[in-house]
């Protein structure tokens, strides 16, 4: 059985700064993820970069995925891209829990005994 990972895809065009904002912000939203899920397997973090032509003035243009696997499901992020590098992975990954909340309705899953209202005593006459 696989163990809980991340995966990073791309790294190797980013330089040490962005390496380690990809790093911390998906090891922030990993948690998020594995908790919504409750059987995550696996995280991708797919970076791509566009509009550098090694020029160091010109402005980087990030596009980040995400892939979350778990036994049952597959939910993949593809609408992040932006050209602030935090900012990108915040709404990719908020994006994937955006599709897990929609499929899964964690939301509405309460642990067993908690319930909404409190059960009244009833007097016996």
């Known amino acids: 059985m696989k163990t809980d990972e991340i995966k990073f895809v791309g ?3 980013l330089n040490d700064v962005e390496k380690e904002t990809i790093n911390k912000l998906s090891t922030e939203y990993f948690d998020r ?6 059987n995550l397997t696996e995280m991708i973090v797919i970076t791509k970069i566009y509009g550098d032509t090694g020029k160091p003035d010109k402005r980087k243009k990030y596009d980040i995925h995400i ?7 597959i939910f993949t992020s593809t609408r992040a891209a932006d050209w602030d ?21 964690t939301h ?8 909404r209202y409190p059960q009244r005593r009833r007097s016996h006459k």
């Open 67 to 73: 892939k979350a696997s778990s036994p049952n499901h």
């Open 33 to 38: 993820i594995k908790r919504a899920l409750n």
């Open 11 to 13: 790294m190797d065009l």
């Open 85 to 105: 590098i935090a900012r990108t992975m915040h709404k990719a990954c908020n994006e994937c829990l955006a599709q897990i909340e929609h499929k899964l309705h």
């Open 108 to 115: 509405d899953q309460r642990p067993k005994g908690l319930t």
